[in-house]
């Protein structure tokens, strides 16, 4: 095994059912140490993805390397197994044992598990230790399919959207037990359509559309950088108000001027209070007015729309 090798290694994966293929081509790594979010739309592929990962379903064309070990030879499951956590969306829980008894049969399968009592307690499932799975609320088997999931003190843990319908309570909890695990050293790859769980937890991200890996990088970078957005005022176009501040601003070495989703976007290097001042003062000398003008911080939200379209797709999941 290479101890340098990536937590997870997807090269060119493609996955089709029926006549229709639901991953096509895509790539992506995930390093070690780090949590690595996966985003995407509803049925961009990366549930798909994610199971093709964790050795449920087959491939049907690309590498995916798993810790190093090539996940689709039968020869390394067992080996992943014990190396790999894995909590899917749907649970995969078994509905009659008790909370308890699940968690410590997933635990006797572990050479050194985690000890189950702490682990209830700290994402509030003593009280229902005693209570069979089928009775438990969603949120309370979301949180045991998660202390399954990370009961073996795995190596790298994969969390479908491990926060999805939990209250905020349960939510924060579940980020503590998270953080401490990237600070223990475990890698996770996460999957997720909340963007404040990004920004709390991500090292990387992953943005995937349509079966395809489309952007990935720190959150940082994919939000870009601030800038200065202008709205045209009534019966003035973006491209003519361009046009006229580029001009206005033309001393101003470093500020690019652009229209851009029906307004006026500068950039510079520095984009700060006294830059706005000088767009402000441009934007007056073009006598267009605006019907706004802002220091923007574009947010992941923002880029996730911008990378992957606003329109609710007609083949959502
Ligand atoms: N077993 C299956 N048979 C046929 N089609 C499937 C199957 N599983 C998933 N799909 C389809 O594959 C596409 C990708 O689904 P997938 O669950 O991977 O998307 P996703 O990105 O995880 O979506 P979501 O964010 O809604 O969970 C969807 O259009 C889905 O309907």
Redesign the pocket.
Known sequence: MLTDSPALLVDGLRKR??D?D??SGLSLRAARGELTAVL????????????CCEGLRRPDGGRVEVLGLDRTRPENAAELRHRVGVML?EGGLPMAPHAGAVLRHVASLHDRPEAAGPLLERLGLTTVARTRVRHLSGGQRQRLALACAIVGEPELVFL??PTAGLDPQARLAVWDLVRELRAAGTSMVL?T?LMSEVEELADHVVV?DR?ASVAAGRPAELRGAPHVRIAPPPGTSAATLAADLAAALAQHAGLDTCAEAGGVVVRGTRMDAAVLAVVARALADTGHGAAEVALTRPTLEDAFLSLTGRELRA???
């Open positions: 059912y029926g229709r639901v991953v995407g739309p509803n049925g961009a592929g990366k549930t798909t993805t994610i199971e969306q479908d959207e999957t359509h995937v079966g083949d959502a999941a």
